[in-house]
């Protein structure tokens, strides 16, 4: 059987080809140096994990982009953001397998970064979390996360970051970017070099960008501190890292407003006349009638966040064949979304206010994981808590002609608070392990996890719910297989069943965003929602080419719908309550070849169907039963074929790569009958190292382009949610053809 299979691997690589896509390779722990080309694998792996190295972050097309951007290669991925660097949170869309980003975990570190949704509840987004040029590797689990992880989100997979370690010898890093839009990238590290007392460097980012459409910028500052020391055979890192970050909103838009008013359609934004003048003609206010191009376009809208993110870890050997990492953090947050409405007047008679969704986070938390060795088995227990104290409040400002308050700054003296939370979620998770071989080739990884999360939510300002509601599962396993066919193949196979706990919070999908009638009518009867993950697949690797294919299936139940009438705007209650299940299956495929010496190609290829499986029955404001016939509709914002293909040169120094993104058409209304077109992408980098220019070690000059084509598209769906039936405001449309050139030296 071996002799066969591996007879049949050139002939797969051969297929892979045809296809001209087939993604990342199976990846993980082991690395391979192909010419300078580094990938990451897989092998021995119980589930799909793939994973991108240094070089991959290195090699954007921008200093800046986003990580979550260049994981985007990898298979099942869909990420989606308004700007060219992916940064942009109101905008960023990120799912695997039809999972978007608040039913994920992720992690940097070991530390957790929460759902990463844009309201901030209970962690903050990688571009906040650490500057992209100190991204070491990223590994990517699809469908089946690691027992270990600390998430309470991850119904799907998981995405862990890693930053990277000081240098071993004293240096300094300058890089300095330019690029279309006014945009300006600052990037300054020194590393202290290795001593008795460890080695540490400490960075300085800064970000300032026109928006590619109306007025406004984004800008971010950011300072990483990272400490590494080992001692024995023990190991001790710790981390600093702060954000300062200030982005002016894009307009949500709809089809029907973009074909109307055009791509390049936006807020009113420093004209505050024009806002007042479409308060007052549009909106309803000063006897005017109401009319929908009252949502055109508002005067304003910005995400303010500050965080401050810290983690400590110790890996210590205790015995021969025993271990424990431990890791201890802390995550400060305070942050503002601002949104200047036309449908609140302020105290002097201006028909426009600003309002603002305000949070602080107060997170504490630790993990420990004991690894022990005995006997062919590699025992593994571990367990995470987590305290984090939430706070959020819906506040209106003044916002006189004379005194209109900055979408850059920090609001102060509210004339009215409509409601103010402060939310208490505990988590405990604990798992246990076993990874044992049968036989020489053949190897069984099994285990269990039990995760709780409570949230109790005490209500200080305003009429809506207060109370408590506690998610829980003592039992979700885990079980997979590995079998090594030859040297070079192997297929694996693996399930496991998750939870993800419910949010502790007074807008998203939560069982706060409603009245508390509505909140004690579903909180004993709500359950949190669950999945079953089954995947099974085949790698292969040699000198030449490296693959992976994997099929899944995945079963997610009580799936959770919150229901708001009216514009994003407004801030209506939501209505939430389980809805059904959701069947996926897919095929996913990943080929990397060295075409030559320096030369490689690396194709990706997803193939999906993910349809609801109930319709979704509720009840009117009359008690009457609405039924919404969404059975075998297709999941919004699910892609069912992705194609991803880069084609690299690097000969140590001249350097570039060219890629193709292909995604076909998303549905944004359950029922299906609105829909944006499928896309095609090109992005293009290159550039040029030297070593020892004059006092310089090494210098480099990169070029990058990115939508090559200038193509016209729909970046992100789903910005405002989704509806029933039609179209809707909740599309964002894509950035033009950018140019980017970065210069960076080395001391």
Same mark, same amino acid.
């Given at each position: ?66 990580? !979550? ?120 590290? !020194? ?516 939508? !090559? ?22 599309? !964002? ?15």
């Amino acid at each position: 059987m071996r002799s066969a299979v591996h007879a049949l691997t050139p002939l797969a690589a051969l297929l892979g080809l045809a296809f001209t896509a087939l993604p990342a390779l199976a990846q993980s722990t082991e690395t391979q140096e192909l010419e300078r080309v580094t990938v990451s694998l897989g092998r021995g792996q119980i589930r799909s994990v793939q994973g991108l190295t240094k070089a991959d972050f290195e090699a954007a097309a921008a200093a800046g982009q986003s990580p !979550l951007a260049t994981v985007s290669r990898l298979p099942g991925v869909n990420f989606q953001s308004a700007d060219p660097l992916g940064n942009y949170e109101w905008s960023t869309r990120f799912t695997v397998r039809a999972f978007s980003q608040n039913q994920l975990g992720f992690t940097l570190d070991g530390v957790p970064l929460g759902d990463m949704s844009y309201g901030n509840l209970n962690g903050l987004h990688i571009s906040r979390a650490i500057s992209s040029e100190n991204v070491a590797r990223a590994d990517l689990s699809q469908g089946t996360g690691s027992l270990d992880t600390p998430s309470s989100s991850n119904l799907g997979g998981t995405l862990q970051f890693y930053s990277s370690d000081p240098g071993r010898t004293f240096g300094v890093q300058l890089s300095q970017t330019l690029g279309s839009d006014g945009n300006r990238r600052s990037f300054v590290r !020194l590393d202290s070099g290795a001593s008795e007392f460890g080695a540490v460097y400490a960075s300085y980012t800064h970000q300032q960008a026109d928006k590619w459409k109306g007025n406004g910028q984004q800008r971010q500052d950011q300072f990483n501190l990272k400490y590494v020391k080992d001692f024995g055979e023990n190991h001790l890192s710790a981390f600093v890292n702060t954000s300062n970050r200030r982005e002016i909103d894009y307009q949500d838009m709809s089809l029907e407003m973009i074909n109307r008013l055009g791509y390049d359609w936006d807020n009113f934004y420093p004209d505050f006349a024009a806002a007042v003048k479409a308060s007052n003609t549009l909106c309803g206010n000063n006897g005017s009638t109401y009319v929908a191009q009252c949502d055109d376009a508002y005067y304003a809208g910005s995400g303010l966040r500050k965080d401050t993110l810290a983690g400590a870890t110790l890996d210590a050997k205790l015995a021969d064949k025993l271990s424990l990492k431990t890791t201890v953090y802390h995550h400060k947050n305070d942050g503002r979304g601002l949104w200047f409405t036309p449908y609140t007047a302020s105290p002097d008679g201006t028909p426009v206010a600003l309002r603002t969704t305000e949070y602080a986070i107060r997170r504490n938390g630790l993990t420990a994981t004991l690894d022990y060795e005995i006997a062919g088995h590699q025992l593994r227990a571990s367990v995470w808590h987590e305290n984090n104290d939430f706070d959020q409040a819906r506040r209106f400002y003044a916002t006189s002609p004379s005194a209109v308050p900055s979408p850059y700054d920090f609001p102060s003296n509210p004339f009215f608070t409509q409601w103010q939370y402060a939310f208490n979620t505990k988590t405990d998770q604990f798992s246990l392990s076993d990874t044992v071989a049968l036989a020489r080739d053949l190897t069984l990884g099994l285990g269990f996890k039990s995760l709780r999360a409570k949230i109790d939510a005490e209500r200080q300002v305003g009429t809506g719910p207060a109370g408590s509601i506690t998610a829980k599962k003592g039992f979700l396993p885990q079980l997979g297989l590995n079998y090594q066919l030859s040297r070079s193949d192997e297929l694996f196979a693996s399930v496991s069943k998750n939870m993800r706990a419910y949010q502790g919070a007074a807008t998203g999908t939560t069982p706060f965003a409603t009245t508390q009638s509505g909140f004690d009518a579903i909180k004993g009867s709500l359950r949190p929602e669950t999945s079953t993950n089954f995947e099974a697949g085949w790698r292969t690797t040699s000198k030449l080419y490296e693959a992976a294919l994997t099929a899944y299936i995945v079963d997610f139940k009580d799936r959770l719908l919150g229901v708001t009438q009216g514009s994003g705007i407004q801030g209506n209650p939501t209505v939430l309550s389980n809805v059904g299940g959701v069947r996926t299956k897919g095929l996913e495929a990943a080929l990397s070849l060295r075409l030559m010496p320096g030369v490689s190609w690396y194709n990706s290829l997803s193939l999906s169907n993910s349809t609801y499986r109930d319709d979704v029955v509720s009840k009117d404001a009359n008690n009457q039963t609405t039924t919404i016939a969404i059975a075998g509709k297709h999941v919004v914002d699910a892609p069912d074929q992705m194609v991803k293909s880069i084609l690299s040169y690097d000969d140590g120094q001249w350097f570039g790569n060219v890629g193709a993104d292909y995604m076909s058409k998303r549905y944004y209304s359950y029922l299906n009958d609105a829909a944006v077109s499928a896309r095609t992408l090109f992005n293009v980098s290159g550039g040029l190292r030297a070593k020892s220019l004059g006092f310089l070690s090494e210098g480099s000059v990169q070029l990058g382009v990115t939508n !090559l084509g200038n193509k016209k598209y729909i970046s992100t769906v789903g910005s405002n949610g989704f509806v029933n039936s039609g179209d809707s405001q909740t599309l !964002l449309p894509g950035a033009p053809r950018q140019f980017f050139v970065t210069f960076t030296g080395k001391l």
